[in-house]
């Protein structure tokens, strides 16, 4: 104990002090650096931040409708009206094989009847989606890149995705078509 | 109808499940003047958000900072945990965290093809930066999970000792295995089960709902479960608030040893005083540090060679090598119904030997990974061994810095706080006491 005291006086400062003294040093090295090494990780240029579909790669397999965290998926159907074929019997609004090809809920493809239907003129109809009863459940989307033109394809809306850090459909797609993508391609879309 | 049927299923057989743009049908040309609704979609100001988001978070961190390190009250903190919980809770939806920003930046580290966003870096970083200056205010009540599990606590029931040092070994494996499943790319694990994402968000996993819930009414009587035994950023601060350059003190004034203060602990950070009595001699303590020097690095290899052994167990965590495992399966054993990834895979051309190629970079990758973590967890858990056998003696009640989430209960509970003494009596007091 008295050796103790005396090396006290000795030194000029305590050995844990000392240590404290070059954890302090460390901890504080080590945020320099890794700020240092993280600097020109994003000061080339914008970083990918949101997720969005590829609607090239998609499959419509489905899962975007039970795998979002939230419980209404922020997937949702888009419509490019420009590719449309504007066709009576659309493939993404009827159901295949049906008896009778009237609009009766039983034949239209649309779980939550989100798809509507106008006349424009003879034989063109006008499809929409509505946003609001859509649950991004890929089924028209089937129908519409079987029979046709592919014009109904499905897009994580920017408004709705709470912008996990991990997509949590990304990660169960069977054809990786979610990836993040810059601000300034806000959107990927078909036209 | 028949006809129209058999003219679909003709359609379907030759149309392949890939979605490009099909011109099956052509352009209509329309002659009633129709005009192509215009598409524009909704952009909330995300990068507002992000600015509002790092904003409040420096400025709460400064605002407990004052309150714990200068006043020495925890009003205020009170008010940022609401204010936390309510903003980056439920309005933020708790989404991107400082917990969960450990993944990025352990990913863009290792991987130059991956760009951080800067938002990211920050939340990584600035409570980092707090933690070193001020202590672990980050967690006072800026961190919206802390803030939550604060809000409910009432009761201090505490843990037993033994107990509670297996669980404070679990958040330094979380954060081993976190970075490890994201440097190989494999998934974010922090983020997939994350106990109180799914109460902000009110709804989501119903598991992991449930463990919430469970986490939060056992923090109705023991302080913050999941900070101290979960929370992997926690256990990151904890080296930084250790070493922090201002730290938080009970009391500016002498202690009087009267316990207050232990009771109050939310989280058993502060030591109660403890005089070593066993004396050992200068001979045998070397011995011991030999010992430890000796069982540290065997410590050390003997986990690093299982994680190594263990890799390939691990990766098949991984996407790719998931797949490639179904492929191979039906590749031997061929079946009708296939599941959705292989009908992905197949629709799209994939090639197995270029799969095949990926998932032996991955599973290098994994072994290379697995045994850096396999040589941390050995360290971590050496270190924890280590760390129960050493005694240090306190002569008064003294707060372990690392494990202090700065809550400031404590304050109130001090008498030296709260009966402010008059200066005459105190120099008297003091001198008295010399």
Redesign the interface.
């Known amino acids: 104990m008295a050796m103790k005291e005396d090396k006290k006086i000795k030194s000029p400062i305590e050995r844990r002090k000392f240590i ?1 003294m070059l ?2 040093t ?3 090295g080590s ?1 320099l650096a ?2 240092g ?2 600097i020109n ?2 000061v ?2 914008e ?4 997720w969005q579909i590829d ?7 489905g ?1 975007c409708e039970t795998h979002c ?3 209404m998926s922020a997937v949702k159907c ?1 419509h ?4 449309c ?3 009576d ?1 659309c ?1 993404g609004y009827y159901r ?2 049906v ?1 009778d ?1 009237n609009t009766a809920a039983e034949n239209l493809m649309c779980p939550t009847g989100a798809i509507q239907r106008k006349f ?2 003879d034989p ?1 109809f ?1 499809y ?1 989606i509505d946003e609001d009863l859509c649950n991004g459940c890929a089924k028209c ?1 089937k129908g519409c ?6 014009s109904l ?1 499905l897009q994580i ?3 709705l995705c ?5 997509c949590e459909i990304a ?1 169960v797609c ?3 078509a979610i990836s993040r993508v810059p ?1 300034a391609q ?2 990927k ?2 036209d | ?1 028949k006809q ?2 058999t003219f ?2 003709s ?2 057989a030759f ?1 392949n ?12 040309d ?3 003047g ?1 005009q ?2 215009d ?1 524009h ?4 100001n ?2 507002l958000w992000l600015v509002i988001d790092i904003i409040l978070l420096v400025g709460l961190m400064s605002f407990v900072a004052w309150a714990v390190i200068k006043k020495q009250t925890r009003k205020p903190i009170i008010w940022v945990s609401i204010i936390s919980v309510a903003y980056f809770g439920f309005f933020r ?1 708790g ?3 400082s917990i ?2 450990i ?3 352990a990913l ?2 290792v991987d130059s093809s991956y ?4 938002s ?2 920050l939340f990584f ?1 600035l409570p ?2 707090f933690a ?1 200056l001020f202590g672990r205010v980050f967690c006072a009540g800026v961190c919206p999970f802390g803030a939550l599990q604060e809000l409910v606590n009432i009761r201090n029931y505490r843990l037993s000792k033994s107990v509670t040092a297996v669980l404070e070994v679990i958040p330094w494996l979380y954060l081993i295995f976190a970075i490890l499943y994201a440097v190989t790319r494999t ?2 694990i922090i ?2 089960y994350d106990p109180f ?1 799914g109460i902000f ?1 009110l ?2 996993d119903f598991g992991l709902i449930l463990f919430g819930v469970v986490l939060l009414i056992a923090s109705v009587f023991t302080g913050r479960p999941f900070c101290r035994f979960i929370c992997p950023y926690g256990a990151l601060l904890s ?2 608030s ?4 201002w730290k938080i003190q009970i009391t500016k004034q002498a202690c009087i040893n009267c316990e207050l203060c232990h009771n109050a602990c939310p989280v058993d950070a502060i030591k109660p005083p403890y005089e070593n009595k066993t004396k050992e001699e200068r001979l045998q303590g070397v011995k011991r540090l030999i010992m430890y020097f000796i069982f540290l690095p065997l410590m050390i290899g003997a986990s690093g060679y299982v994680m190594h052994y263990a890799s390939p167990g691990l990766s098949k965590a991984h ?1 790719d090598v998931k797949l490639y495992n179904m492929l191979v399966e039906q590749e031997a054993n061929p079946q009708v119904l296939i599941p ?2 292989l ?3 197949y ?2 051309g994939g090639e197995i030997h270029q799969l095949k190629q990926e998932v032996d970079q991955v599973k290098a990758k994994f072994e290379f990974y697995s045994l850096i973590a396999g040589l941390f967890i050995g360290l971590v858990l050496g270190l924890a061994l280590i760390k129960l056998s050493v005694k240090r003696s306190r002569k008064e009640y003294e707060i372990e810095h690392d494990d202090c989430v700065a809550c400031g209960k404590c304050f109130s509970y001090c008498p030296k706080n709260t009966f402010i003494i008059p200066e005459n009596l105190l120099q008297a007091d003091e001198t008295n006491n010399i």
């Open positions: 404290k954890g302090t460390v901890a504080g945020i890794t700020s090494l993280m990780k994003f080339d240029g970083a990918d931040h949101y609607p090239q790669k998609c499959t419509h397999c899962r965290v939230l419980s888009i490019a009206n420009k590719i074929g504007y066709c019997l493939g295949s094989n008896k090809l424009v003129e063109y006008e929409t989307v890149t079987a029979f046709g033109n592919g394809y809306k920017r408004d709470t912008d996990c850090n991990e990660k069977p054809s990786d601000l806000a959107y879309l078909k | 109808m129209l049927s679909l299923l359609i379907l149309a499940a890939g979605a490009q743009n099909l011109n099956r049908f052509p352009k209509p329309f002659e009633s129709y192509y609704p598409a979609y909704a952009l909330p995300e990068q939806s989404c991107v965290c969960g920003s993944q990025n930046v863009a580290f760009a951080i966003p800067l990211v870096f970083i980092i930066v070193f998934s974010f983020c997939l994402i968000r709804g989501g080296l930084f250790k070493v922090s350059i996407k959705i990834e009908e992905a895979f629709s799209l």
